[in-house]
């Protein structure tokens, strides 16, 4: 494991949460420990429900997103069916054609089997019921016949067309 990052499970009784990985303070440039923690957001106590259905549709050959945002968080909805490929039908649509998705994802898959390639040659798989963090520098495949649809919080929506 990589030295400069430290690994912990997020509190609660979800299996499905992979274990997260974060940059010690030392390893940032300018970083400084906190002595207190960061003070709760509030929220509704109602909450929010996303209607994927209103938002921004974006069709990319064999996938789709439909992205909607609320304030300054942005959340697609994709689904890549089998076939798609990053490199062909996303790269060319964003600025400077980047051979590796530059996004970071945090999210969940709904259904299906995702293998994500990593620019350092490692891969990891997702499964139908996953939530994930996937850095960038990254290409999805889909495993199998069966599409898949994970549900992204996307840091850098403005680079998808």
Known sequence: MNPSLTGHYPRGNN???????????ETLPNARARKHPLPPQKMSAEGTTIDYSKGTLKDMGKATAQ????GDKTSMKITLNP???WKAEVSPK???????????HFGYLEKGTMKVNFQDGTTNTFNAGDSYLIPPGHLPEVVGD?????FADV??????P
Not at 94 to 104: F, Y
Not at 146 to 150: G, H, L, S
């Open 67 to 70: 992205v909607v945002t609320m």
């Open 83 to 85: 076939g798609f490929d």
């Open 146 to 150: 069966i599409p898949v649809r994970p």
């Open 94 to 104: 964003l600025p400077g054609c980047p051979e590796w998705c530059p996004a970071n």
């Open 15 to 25: 299996n499905n949460i992979r274990q997260v990985l974060t940059p010690r303070a």
């Open 155 to 160: 840091a850098l929506n403005a680079l998808y």
